[in-house]
């Protein structure tokens, strides 16, 4: 028996609510590791389809609606302005 100044508690229940706590604590850190398990299991996959994906992209190129293959440079970005500034030049020369 012990006598903390509450009261005599004996070792043996003590260590019985020891273990207890120290159990509970067990479970509930291994609930949390498991599921840190599966969100990094996840991330990972994620990961994985973002990298396929990319390398993919980086292989294959794409394709217009008329079938015919763009290469990574484009010569305008925004082309209509060029098409009508050509149109203009144009008119205006046919004009004068």
């Known amino acids: 028996m012990w006598n903390c100044g509450l009261g005599s508690i004996s070792f043996a229940r003590l260590s019985f609510n020891t ?4 159990d509970v604590i067990m479970i509930q ?3 949390h590791i498991q ?10 996959e994620e990961l994985r389809r973002e990298r396929e994906n ?5 292989v294959l ?7 015919s293959a763009k290469s990574g440079s484009s010569e305008g ?3 209509g302005r060029k098409k009508y500034a050509l149109i203009l030049d144009i008119l205006i020369d046919a004009g004068a």
């Open 29 to 31: 850190v291994d609930t």
């Open 61 to 67: 190129p794409t394709t217009s609606l008329d079938g």
């Open 77 to 79: 970005g925004r082309g």
């Open 54 to 58: 990319a390398a993919a992209a980086a």
């Open 19 to 22: 273990l207890t706590v120290c």
């Open 35 to 44: 599921q840190l398990d599966q969100y990094l299991k996840r991330f990972d």
